[in-house]
């Protein structure tokens, strides 16, 4: 027992005197001699370290450039303007008359014309009041005369109507045959006092408004 105590002290007295006869630098550069983990990645593979750097920046460009976009961007800036053309076009309006003078002069020989029961001003009325301008024509700004042409019987029945001008589509044509088989029983025409079967020319116009 005493000789394990007196090794053990001697061991230690040994240790006291290494450490006593070591100078501060060589202390220092044992020290020193214990490597980092960090260091050591670095030391060992530079080229490890090198990419994740590469890496690193990659990323950054690709947020910046992502935030960019978005605050650039016309679809988040700039809202659509169809609602206002819808708008536009439902804020409009036709409306349709009955231009005399510009129908052609009538070959019908005849003494009394046939006319609309009240005169040209009720035609007028009722074309206006009954005549609807066709929506896809409004959509389309699409306006003018359509001039047809009807035969009157010796009982003022309004009979082959027939539309003679140019076509300017979009059911105006279609509307305006429409108004006019709808027509109340005409004047007839009279030639030497009777009642003659008469060919009679109508321009209905249209107008937006």
Same mark, same amino acid.
């Given at each position: 027992?005493?000789?394990?105590?007196?090794?053990?002290?001697?061991?230690?007295?040994?240790?006291?005197?290494?450490?006593?006869?070591?100078?501060?630098?060589?202390?220092?550069?044992?020290?020193?001699?214990?490597?980092?983990?960090?260091?050591?990645?670095?030391?060992?593979?530079?080229?490890?370290?090198?990419?994740?750097?590469?890496?690193?920046?990659?990323?950054?460009?690709?947020?910046?450039?992502?935030?960019?976009?978005?605050?650039?961007?016309?679809?988040?800036?700039?809202?659509?303007?169809?609602?206002?053309?819808?708008?536009?076009?439902?804020?409009?309006?036709?409306?349709?008359?009955?231009?005399?003078?510009?129908?052609?002069?009538?070959?019908?020989?005849?003494?009394?014309?046939?006319?609309? $029961? +009240?005169?040209?001003?009720?035609? #007028?009325?009722?074309?206006?009041?009954? !005549?609807?301008?066709?929506? @896809?024509? =409004?959509?389309?700004?699409?306006?003018?005369?359509?001039?047809?042409?009807?035969?009157?019987?010796?009982?003022?029945?309004?009979?082959?109507?027939?539309?003679?001008?140019?076509?300017?589509?979009?059911?105006?044509?279609?509307?305006?045959?429409?108004?006019?088989?709808?027509?109340?029983?005409?004047? $007839? +025409?009279?030639?030497?006092?009777? #009642?003659?079967?008469?060919?009679?020319? !109508?321009?209905?116009?249209? @107008?937006? =408004?």
């Amino acid at each position: 027992m005493k000789r394990q105590i007196r090794s053990m002290a001697l061991g230690l007295a040994t240790i006291f005197v290494i450490n006593a006869c070591q100078t501060p630098e060589e202390r220092a550069k044992e020290m020193n001699t214990q490597p980092v983990a960090e260091n050591a990645d670095a030391n060992n593979n530079p080229e490890a370290a090198a990419v994740d750097t590469t890496t690193s920046l990659q990323a950054d460009e690709s947020m910046l450039s992502a935030d960019s976009n978005t605050a650039t961007s016309p679809a988040a800036s700039v809202p659509p303007r169809q609602d206002e053309v819808v708008l536009k076009k439902k804020a409009l309006k036709g409306r349709a008359s009955v231009d005399m003078k510009a129908a052609p002069a009538s070959g019908a020989k005849v003494e009394v014309m046939p006319s609309f $029961p +009240g005169g040209e001003s009720s035609l #007028n009325k009722f074309v206006e009041d009954n !005549l609807q301008y066709p929506q @896809q024509a =409004i959509d389309n700004d699409v306006e003018g005369r359509v001039i047809v042409t009807f035969d009157v019987d010796e009982n003022g029945r309004i009979y082959r109507p027939n539309v003679v001008s140019d076509k300017l589509g979009y059911g105006l044509e279609e509307e305006a045959l429409r108004v006019i088989k709808s027509m109340p029983q005409w004047n $007839p +025409g009279k030639l030497k006092g009777k #009642n003659v079967k008469t060919t009679f020319t !109508l321009p209905i116009v249209y @107008q937006l =408004i």
